[in-house]
Nanobody, 123 residues
Framework: QLQACGGGAVQAGGFLRLSCAAS????????MAWFRQAPGNEREFVAA???????YYVDSVTGRFTISRDNAKKTTYLQMKTLKPEGTAVYYC???????????????????WGQGTQVTVSS
């Protein structure tokens, strides 16, 4: 089970940190990811971190967002700075123990999903 939190309303240029706490699993071996979905759009890959701490980002957030994980706390984080209005969406965390490298950006590769947290960026 995944529990995401940390969303909110900020102005463009602002900062938020999302958290996703996992329960009932061996967290360290999982690939953890963040996706987002704006109204009328498909779910979009944002960032992922594999078991070996290798991180992957969608180009539009590279340099502004940072994914990290704390295996002892079974929690993954998404630090988002210099937020833009186009970043307004519901952000979801996802987890999977069996995502191959070529599939880290594919939402269909993840079996477990959090409930989503709303991020609203105003201009």
């Amino acid at each position: 089970q995944l529990q995401a939190c940390g969303g909110g309303a900020v102005q463009a240029g602002g900062f938020l940190r999302l958290s996703c706490a996992a329960s009932g699993r061996t967290f360290s071996g999982y690939t953890m990811a963040w996706f987002r979905q704006a109204p009328g759009n498909e779910r979009e890959f944002v960032a992922a971190m594999r078991w070996n701490d290798h991180a992957y980002y969608v180009d539009s957030v590279t340099g502004r967002f940072t994914i990290s994980r704390d295996n002892a706390k079974k929690t993954t984080y998404l630090q988002m700075k210099t937020l833009k209005p186009e970043g307004t969406a519901v952000y979801y965390c996802a987890a999977s123990s069996s995502v191959i490298l070529s599939n880290v950006r594919n939402p269909g590769a993840y079996k477990d999903w959090g409930q989503g947290t709303q991020v609203t960026v105003s201009s």
